[in-house]
């Protein structure tokens, strides 16, 4: 693991220490804990997804900056939330987060967290950073 750890036994609250490194211990850490309350595979891949897609924003946005992920399941919905340093003004607003060009090599991972998740909210956290909030029927 690439942060440190705080793991309940249905959520998690992990800070990585940012970087390319962290994506795969983020991806597996949220999986296993959708594995873990009886979701199928394709929904815990979806969650796999969703949160390779938070986590690289993340890390797109803030390189070599920590980001926080915290996960949860409440009565079978899953709230995946990502902290990062960032400007919300840098953000497109929500609803125009649909690609304009699908060959961009930047810019898509927002309308993807949008048709992986059924809500997706991002707001501005005092002291510069950013949450992007995902939430998931498993």
């Known amino acids: 693991m690439t942060g440190s750890d705080a ?3 249905s959520g998690l609250d992990i800070t990585y220490a940012g970087g390319s490194a962290s994506l795969n211990d983020a ?3 949220v999986a296993g804990l959708v594995a ?3 979701a199928g595979s394709e929904t815990v891949e979806r969650a796999r997804l969703l949160v390779s897609e938070l ?3 993340a ?3 803030a390189p070599d900056e920590p980001y926080q992920l915290t996960a949860s399941v409440d009565q079978d919905v899953l709230v995946v939330e990502v902290r990062n340093r960032g400007d919300v003004e840098d953000l497109p607003a929500e ?3 649909k690609l304009e060009d699908v060959l961009a090599a930047r810019g898509r991972g927002l309308s993807i967290v949008e048709a992986l998740a059924d809500r997706v909210t991002v707001s501005a956290i005092e002291g510069g950073w950013l949450a992007v909030t995902a939430t998931l029927h498993l």
Do not use: C, F, L
């Open 55 to 57: 986590t690289s924003n």
């Open 27 to 29: 991806r597996g850490a």
């Open 36 to 38: 873990a309350v009886g």
């Open 7 to 9: 793991t309940g036994a």
């Open 59 to 61: 890390v797109q946005a």
């Open 95 to 97: 609803g125009r987060w």
